[in-house]
C-alpha cells in the first residue's frame, strides 16, 4: 500500500496566486469541468451546513481543512468567532488576502496535531466542521481527531461534509475508461484514487461513534451537490 503525502499534494494542486473570486474556486477544486461550482450549488451546501450545525450568532466555531477561506468567510458573518486552519501554507495566504475579517483567525496547522493550541482560545468552540476533506484521513486518524476533540469539549457538534461514499462510487466512475483507471490504482495499492482520496464506508463511520459513546447522523449529499458523496454529525450532548 502506498503512503499517501496528502500534504504534499495539496501544496502542489492547483497552487496559483488567487486573485479573484474565481481563483479560489478553481484553486481548491470546487469546480466542474473547471469552472467554479455554481451559486445555487454552493449556497445550498452552505445553508446546509449552517442548518445542520445549528449555527448560532453566539457560537464559536473552529474550521479544520478550511483552504482558502471560501466558507468560513461567509460563516464568520453569521457568528461571533470563528478559528480556522489548514496545512498548506499558500491556501492560507490566500484566505488571509481575500477572505479576512475581525471575527476570522486563520493558521497554518494540522488536523492531525493538537490545533486547538494553534490559537489563543478564550472559549472552546462548541462547533467543528471539516469541509470536503475527510476523503484524506484514515480512520484511525478520525478517531485521534475525535478524541481529541471529546477531550476538550464538553458538548459539541462535528460536521464533516463532502465525504466520499463508498456505496455510491459507481456515479463518480461513470464511464468504463474511469472505472478501470480506479480499479488499477486499488490494484496497485493506490489509495489517492487520483486526489479523491478515501472512499468511506457507513460502517466505519458508525463504529467509531459507538466505540466514543457519540450521537452520529449520516445523509447522503442532495443530487445538486453529489451523486457520491455523503455528510456525517458527530454530536457530543
Not at 469552472?35 to 449555527?55: K, Q, R, Y
Not at 466555531?61 to 482558502?68: K, Q, R
Not at 471529546?150 to 459539541?156: D, L, Q, S, T, V
Not at 480506479?182 to 467509531?208: C, F, P, T
Amino acid at each position: 500500500m502506498n503512503t499517501i503525502d496528502w500534504n504534499s499534494f495539496w501544496n502542489n494542486y492547483r497552487a496559483l496566486e488567487s486573485r479573484t473570486e474565481r481563483d479560489l474556486f478553481f484553486q481548491v477544486g470546487k469546480t466542474v469541468n473547471k469552472e467554479p461550482v455554481s451559486e445555487a450549488v454552493f449556497n445550498a451546501a452552505f445553508e446546509d451546513i449552517v442548518d445542520s450545525l445549528s449555527i448560532k450568532s453566539k457560537d464559536t466555531v473552529l474550521e479544520m481543512c478550511c483552504g482558502n477561506g471560501l466558507v468560513t468567510f461567509p460563516l464568520s458573518q453569521i457568528t461571533s468567532k470563528i478559528y480556522a486552519f489548514d496545512f498548506a501554507p499558500h491556501l492560507i495566504e490566500a484566505a488571509k488576502r481575500l477572505k479576512q475579517n475581525n471575527t476570522i483567525e486563520y493558521k497554518v496547522g494540522d488536523a492531525k496535531a493538537s490545533f486547538l493550541d494553534l490559537f489563543s482560545i478564550s472559549q472552546i468552540p462548541n462547533k467543528f466542521l471539516m469541509n470536503d476533506a475527510l476523503g484524506y484521513f484514515s480512520p484511525n486518524e478520525l478517531l485521534e481527531i475525535l478524541q481529541y476533540i471529546i477531550a476538550k469539549a464538553p458538548r459539541f457538534s462535528f460536521y464533516l461534509t463532502g465525504v466520499p461514499n463508498d456505496a455510491l462510487k459507481w456515479n463518480f466512475y461513470d464511464t468504463d475508461e474511469r472505472k478501470e483507471t480506479y480499479l488499477k490504482g486499488v490494484e496497485n495499492g493506490d489509495e489517492s484514487n487520483n486526489g479523491m482520496g478515501r472512499w468511506w464506508k457507513k460502517s466505519d463511520l458508525l463504529q467509531i461513534a459507538e466505540g466514543l459513546g457519540l450521537k452520529i447522523t449520516l445523509k447522503n449529499q442532495i443530487s445538486t451537490i453529489s451523486n457520491y458523496r455523503m455528510d456525517v454529525l458527530f454530536e457530543k450532548e
